[in-house]
C-alpha cells in the first residue's frame, strides 16, 4: 500500500495532530481571500482530509462541503467538525467524478490531494489530473474561483516542489491551464524539538526528523503553493 494511502485510510487522528501545528503565522487565509471573495460564498473542498480547509473557512463562508474518498479522514473531519461547532457538510466521492452540480460553488478548492496523483499513476497522471480539473471548472459557477494548494517543501527555507511529478505537474497547472502561483509560509510551531519529531516523521520519515534535530527546529519551515483561476462569466 503507497505511504500516503496507508495514512489516509489509518492514521487520520495523528495527520491532524500534525497539521494542526501548521501556518503559525495565519498567512493561508489571507492569501486565499487575495485570489477571490470567499465570505458569503458556496465552497466546494475536494480532498477536504480531516477539515484543514474546513475549519480555516467556517463562519466565512456560507456554505462549505467537503469531499473526500478515504472514509477514516472523513470520520476525523466529522469529530473536528463537532469539536470546534462546525457547520459544513461531508461527502464520500472521488474527485475526479463528482457527484454534484454542474455551476453550483462559487468556489472550488483542492488542498494538498491532487498532487498525490502524480505518484498514484505515474504513467497517465495527465490524463488523471486532467479528470479532476474538468471536473472543478464544471461544478464552479461563471465569475467564480478554482484554488488548488499543494506542498512546496517541508524543512527547506526555499520553496520548490520536493519531487519532479509535482515540479511537472506545478508547470502544467499554470503553462497549459492558466493557473497563477502563489508562494506563502506555513510553518509548523511544535512545543519543542522532540515535540516536532515525534508528530511528523510518521508523514514525513526519518530524513526531516534529522534535520530537525540537526537545526533545532521547534518551528518547522515549510512553504505551501496557492494556485488561483478565476473563471470567465
Not at 461527502?91 to 455551476?103: E, F, K, Q, V
Not at 526555499?158 to 519531487?163: D, F, G, I, L
Amino acid at each position: 500500500m503507497d505511504h500516503f494511502i496507508q495514512i489516509y485510510t489509518t492514521q487520520a487522528k495523528a495527520y491532524h495532530r500534525a497539521i494542526a501545528a501548521e501556518d503559525v503565522d495565519g498567512n493561508l487565509l489571507p492569501a486565499l481571500e487575495n485570489i477571490t471573495e470567499l465570505r458569503g460564498a458556496r465552497v466546494l473542498d475536494l480532498g477536504t482530509g480531516t477539515g484543514r480547509l474546513p475549519l480555516l473557512l467556517d463562519g466565512v463562508a456560507a456554505q462549505i462541503v467537503g469531499l473526500d474518498l478515504h472514509w477514516d479522514m472523513l470520520q476525523e473531519n466529522h469529530r473536528q467538525r463537532k469539536l470546534n461547532t462546525g457547520n459544513w457538510t461531508l461527502i464520500t466521492g472521488d474527485m475526479r467524478a463528482l457527484p454534484l452540480s454542474t455551476a453550483s460553488f462559487e468556489v472550488v478548492t483542492a488542498g494538498w490531494a491532487i498532487g498525490h496523483l502524480t505518484g498514484w499513476y505515474p504513467d497517465d497522471w495527465q490524463k488523471q489530473i486532467g479528470r479532476v480539473l474538468n471536473e472543478m471548472h464544471r461544478v464552479v459557477t461563471p465569475g467564480g474561483a478554482v484554488i488548488i494548494l499543494e506542498t512546496l517543501s517541508t524543512g527547506s527555507l526555499t520553496p520548490a516542489p520536493p519531487s519532479p511529478g509535482l515540479a511537472a505537474y506545478c508547470q502544467w497547472l499554470e503553462n497549459d491551464w492558466g493557473f497563477t502561483r502563489h508562494e506563502i509560509r506555513t510553518d509548523y510551531q511544535f512545543t519543542s524539538v522532540e515535540d516536532a519529531v515525534a508528530h511528523t516523521e510518521f508523514f514525513f520519515g526519518p530524513e526531516l526528523s534529522l534535520a530537525i534535530r540537526k537545526n533545532n527546529w521547534a518551528r518547522l519551515p515549510e512553504w505551501t503553493g496557492i494556485w488561483g483561476k478565476q473563471i470567465k462569466g
